[in-house]
């Protein structure tokens, strides 16, 4: 294999999350385990270093002093913590509800269906239940949805499910109101990065262990408001 080459699939075969979880009602494999020193520490933390930032968008909504006040509350969780939870977003519980079910009902669709979009590790896109080619490696605990949605060249469409008949209306939807977001970060976060980045997550946190996220990688802040932008979008769809 060369150095610029991607492998064509996976080094074992893949045994999906889903069907182990059925099998082992009580107990994990070995293979998910994670040893101690890749687990979260259980140290007691103070209060300050536990308290995530969580920032009320509707700041946004309001006049120039706590629109300031909101840009500010961003830059810094960005600069300080990397990561930072929203609240009076404006995106529509019932969005959030149709998309959970959606991938709720693709994720219990039989396997043979689900089979026709598995992925490999050349682009991720499509159904998977890993991720990397380390034969032997402690694996992750769940199923996932890779897509990509832009730029068109990368762009798989037989990767798109047809089933359920929503799902590909409601991919659309999280990626727009997405966008919102994305022009929001690129007119604040700029003067940290030097006007642009590598990587930029946008999760939905849904129910039932659900999760919609949007990545955007190698992005520019004039891409970012260009309605032609020729960036790499992902949607990721978890469930575990």
């Known amino acids: 294999?060369?150095?610029?080459?991607?492998?064509?699939?996976?080094?074992?075969?893949?045994?999906?999350?889903?069907?182990?979880?059925?099998?082992?009602?009580?107990?994990?494999?070995d293979r998910y385990i994670k040893p101690l020193s890749d687990r979260p520490s259980s140290a007691v933390l103070d209060d300050d270093a536990c308290n995530i930032?969580?920032?009320?968008?509707?700041?946004?909504?309001?006049?120039?002093?706590?629109?300031?006040?909101?840009?500010?509350?961003?830059?810094?969780?960005?600069?300080?913590w990397?990561?930072?939870?929203?609240?009076?977003?404006?995106?529509?519980?019932?969005?959030?509800?149709?998309?959970?079910?959606?991938?709720r009902?693709?994720?219990?669709?039989?396997?043979?269906?689900?089979?026709?979009?598995?992925?490999?590790?050349?682009t991720y896109e499509g159904y998977g239940s890993r991720l990397g080619i380390e034969k032997g490696a402690i694996l992750d605990w769940s199923d996932y949805y890779f897509l990509?949605?832009?730029?068109?060249?990368?762009?798989?469409?037989?990767?798109?499910?047809?089933?359920?008949?929503s799902c590909r209306y409601n991919i659309f939807n999280i990626i727009n109101v997405s966008w919102i977001f994305w022009i929001i970060f690129s007119l604040n976060l700029k003067f940290y990065f030097h006007n642009s980045f590598q990587y930029l997550k946008i999760r939905f946190l849904l129910k039932n262990n659900i999760s919609v996220t949007v990545?955007?990688?190698?992005?520019?802040?004039?891409?970012?408001?260009?309605p032609d932008n020729p960036l790499v979008h992902k949607?990721?769809?978890h469930d575990t």
């Not at 060369?2 to 996976?10: E, G």
């Not at 930072?84 to 969005?95: A, E, R, W």
Request: proline share 10%.
């Open 105 to 122: 009902q693709f994720f219990h669709m039989p396997l043979e269906v689900k089979q026709q979009y598995a992925n490999s590790p050349k």
């Open 82 to 103: 990397g990561f930072f939870q929203i609240v009076n977003h404006g995106v529509s519980p019932q969005l959030m509800d149709m998309a959970r079910e959606t991938w």
């Open 53 to 80: 930032p969580i920032i009320d968008l509707a700041g946004l909504c309001g006049g120039p002093e706590a629109r300031a006040s909101t840009l500010s509350q961003i830059s810094e969780a960005c600069n300080v």
């Open 148 to 165: 990509h949605y832009l730029p068109l060249s990368l762009k798989d469409c037989n990767k798109w499910p047809s089933q359920p008949p």
């Open 215 to 226: 990545s955007v990688y190698n992005m520019s802040w004039s891409d970012v408001v260009s």
């Open 235 to 237: 949607t990721c769809m």
């Open 1 to 29: 294999m060369t150095k610029n080459s991607s492998p064509q699939d996976w080094p074992e075969p893949i045994v999906r999350v889903q069907s182990l979880s059925e099998r082992f009602t009580d107990s994990i494999p």
